[in-house]
């Protein structure tokens, strides 16, 4: 496959990604959302800001090192390339990156609470654990991107954080991967909420993950 053609698959699949979000109804009221898909190892096309109506011709190429290299971003949007790259960085398996205020796993990041493990979507779409809240800092900030590098290190499995008083940071092998996965937490969000009122949620048995990846590894053969 050329650059040219890996470029369009990667700018498809966002935007396909993307779509999937809105259609899920994971979304934010305003809509603000922004994703990314690795092209090579040092650069990522990047989401202009909001992705609602998104086109592949709206995506930016960007590097790891924050600079554009084709199409244009708003200023605003410049400020989150810091968030993504440090997710490549971090992790050189991850293909895409997508950050959203979904509303249910807002609340847990707006509270600094992880969000606990405790629904099968989430085991089956690669958070096999709590997604644990990296501390505040200014969007874009080396605050923010230390906070984030630091969880990364300290959590090397987790394919998902919260960010502290801001939303939803989820990454994968591929953008549909990372939505499917987003789609998992956010409806696992609402779940912690709903349980709470009813005597709150309860762990998995001892031994769930090994049966559901043994569950899949059956279907798969």
Not at 32 to 53: E, M, Q, W, Y
Not at 109 to 127: N, S, W
């Amino acid at each position: 496959m050329s650059d040219a053609q890996g470029k369009k698959e990667r700018a498809d699949q966002l935007v396909e990604a993307a779509e999937g979000l809105f259609t899920a109804g994971v979304m934010s009221h305003s809509g603000h959302a922004n994703l990314s898909a690795r092209l090579d190892d040092d650069s990522f096309l990047l989401t202009p800001g909001f992705v609602r109506g998104l086109r592949p011709e709206d995506l930016a190429a960007v590097s790891l090192d924050r600079q554009v290299l084709a199409g244009r971003l708003r200023s605003v949007s410049a400020e989150i390339i810091a968030m993504h790259s440090t997710v490549y960085r971090a992790r050189p398996q991850v293909g895409a990156v997508i950050h959203t205020h979904s509303p249910a796993a807002t609340a847990f990041a707006v509270a600094h609470r992880p969000l606990p493990c405790r629904t099968e979507p989430m085991l089956r779409f690669g958070q096999a654990e709590d997604v644990p809240v990296v501390p505040w800092g200014p969007r874009g900030s080396d605050v923010s991107v230390r906070g984030m590098a630091e969880i990364l290190e300290r959590r090397p499995t987790t394919a998902a954080v919260l960010l502290a008083n801001h939303g939803l940071l989820v990454f994968g092998p591929d953008s549909a991967a990372a939505a499917h996965l987003l789609v998992a937490v956010e409806e696992s969000a609402e779940a912690e909420l709903a349980a709470a009122a009813i005597g709150g949620a309860v762990d998995f048995p001892e031994g769930a993950v090994e049966a559901v990846r043994a569950a899949i590894a059956r279907v798969a053969s």
